[in-house]
């Protein structure tokens, strides 16, 4: 409202509140209002008129001293606007008009129910309906809603008497709805309402990367706020887990591990606690901690040592060899047959095992399949071993393993005939003890290197072609790789490696020329070696 007066600037009249009392008959029944109306003061001012207008009447004006008016009017629909006055009787401009209906209620929430609580599948909003009292003649409501942690703040009209919120779960909640357009009653009667969330994500505890465990960790669950954790040893006495430490509400992500505790088996348990959210299940993780020394420096030796351990149990290796054959052989039973050539051939191999500290024996088997072509015919022949494995430390960085047991061999004798100037091929299979030593030196993390050492002895004749015994006379191999741990599981070899494989036989009564046949192949072998632990 502006006012046009020489004694006061144009101000305009603000409104402060309307408050409305109800008086009732002695049938008590409503029949009108009390009304108390108050705006800011006007400098200047020595009176006001406030004029009252009922929807299908004539208006009223009442002239006060001061910025409050109280009035009692019969139940209704009114505009009421003021005008300042000031010492001269001069009159401002009438401020713009107000709605005042004293026919309106406060409004009647009718759901969710006070102090209501809301179990959500979901762990970001869940959909909340909202319902109240509808009044005749009114439009559209006022709703608001405002969470403990002033996060969510939200006013917005509503036509109607209900209204579905998607709200953020894990909050507690205060709403109000009020008429809307009017300076109706504010509602004086908020309601709370709670909202859970479901449960945390279980805790991904991450395995200590060795037994020299300094600390344990685990990946935190979105909205988790802190954690219930048990930490156990296994008590070989009892065949039972002992607590070692415990705690409710430890707010960290992970736990510091005393290096004062002793070594063995032990577990962790995890639960993940957040605010107006369910618990999440149980995480447990079981792991080793190393006896005796878990300093530094021992830590370093069994990170380098890492690159040459196969120490965790189960392990299993493909590998290809391309080769080089150098081959030699004599038969007396064939018109003094002898033969000598050079030819690329390959050989695959596949292998199995096992190996698991701190046992320092395991065993391990291999497959070999190999293959040479002469006269433009591939002969496939094959070898097999099966070995226990003795590994035993050598100094700080190296490592010595002895392999014993048996193999098969298969070897292809090839024989030229020089009146049809052609050759044959046939299979001498044999049985017998075999030795390996091989010593591992890590240069560090990942690289290190491997020599080997082998020697086959044949005490048994599986088949020969002239069904005669065989001569003992033993192959040998000798190899040298290098190796690259890949991943913690997986291990590639790199390396060349020697191998003479020699099979003598007696000949047949009566041959000429000689009485034992024979035939070596030299082979030169690089090694492409794949091995990983399962």
């Known amino acids: 409202m502006n006012y046009k007066s020489i004694y006061f600037s144009k101000q305009n009249i603000s409104f402060l509140f309307v408050i409305l009392f109800s008086i009732c008959s002695s ?3 409503l029949t009108s209002k009390k009304v108390e109306i108050e705006w800011d003061p006007i400098v200047g001012a020595k009176s006001y008129e406030v004029e009252i207008s009922p929807q299908n009447g004539s208006p009223t004006i009442q002239r006060v001293t001061g910025n409050i008016v109280k009035l009692q009017i019969p139940l209704g629909v009114y505009n009421f606007r003021v005008r300042a006055l000031d010492s001269r009787g001069t009159r401002t401009e009438w401020s713009e008009p107000e709605n005042l209906n004293t026919l309106i209620q406060r409004v009647q929430k009718l759901s969710p129910k006070e102090e209501a609580s809301f179990q959500s599948t979901t762990e970001a909003t869940e959909a909340i309906d909202f319902k109240w009292q509808d009044q005749p003649g009114v439009e559209s409501y006022e709703f608001s809603i405002v969470s403990g942690d002033q996060l969510v703040k939200e006013t917005e009209i509503v036509n109607g008497s209900s209204l579905r919120k998607n709200l953020p779960v894990g909050k507690i909640y205060m709403w109000t709805v009020k008429v809307a357009g009017t300076l109706a009653p504010p509602d004086q009667q908020p309601r709370n309402l709670t909202i859970l969330g479901k449960a945390l994500d279980k805790p991904e505890i991450q395995a200590p990367a060795n037994s020299f465990v300094r600390d344990l960790e685990w990946k935190a669950p979105k909205y988790a706020e802190s954690y219930k954790f048990l930490l156990q040893r296994f008590n070989r006495k009892t065949n039972k887990w002992d607590n070692v430490l415990s705690q409710e509400q430890h707010k960290e ?3 510091e591990f005393d290096g004062r505790l002793p070594g063995g088996a032990y577990r962790l348990l995890v639960s993940a606690r957040g605010s107006l959210r369910g618990n999440s299940p149980t995480a447990n993780i079981s792991f080793n901690v190393k006896n ?8 370093e030796t069994f990170e380098i040592r890492q690159s040459i351990d196969r120490i ?15 081959y030699k052989s004599t038969n007396y039973d064939r018109a003094n047959s002898s033969l000598s050539y050079s030819a690329i051939g390959a050989t695959g191999r596949i292998g199995f095992g096992f190996l698991k500290s701190p046992a320092n024996w395991g065993f391990h088997g291999i497959l070999d399949i190999s293959g040479i072509k002469v006269d433009n015919k591939t ?3 094959a070898s097999t071993e099966a070995n226990a494995v003795h590994r035993q430390t050598w100094g700080r960085f190296g490592e010595i393993r002895n392999n014993l047991g048996f193999y098969y061999k298969e070897l292809p004798e090839t024989v030229g005939f020089a009146s049809t100037q052609s050759t044959s091929t046939e299979l001498i299979k044999i049985l017998g003890p075999h030795y390996g030593f091989e010593y591992w030196r890590a240069l560090d993390s990942q690289f290190g290197l491997q020599t080997n050492a082998h020697i086959y002895l044949p005490l048994m004749k599986m088949k020969t072609p002239n069904d005669q015994a065989i001569v003992m006379t033993p192959s ?12 913690p599981n997986l291990t590639a070899l790199l390396g060349y490696a020697y191998r003479i494989d020699q099979i003598k036989y007696k000949a047949l009564p009566g041959a000429v020329n000689g009485d034992t046949n024979n035939l070596s192949i030299a082979g030169h072998y690089l090694n492409f070696y794949l091995e990983w632990d399962m």
């Open 379 to 381: 002969t496939t022949f």
């Open 312 to 326: 965790s149990g189960w392990f299993s290796s493909l590998s290809y060899l391309m080769t080089m054959f150098d």
């Open 253 to 255: 992500n992970s736990i």
């Open 27 to 29: 049938a008590q029944e």
């Open 476 to 487: 040998y191999q000798l190899g040298l790789l290098g190796s690259y741990r890949w991943q």
């Open 292 to 299: 005796g020394d878990r300093s530094p420096a021992a830590e």
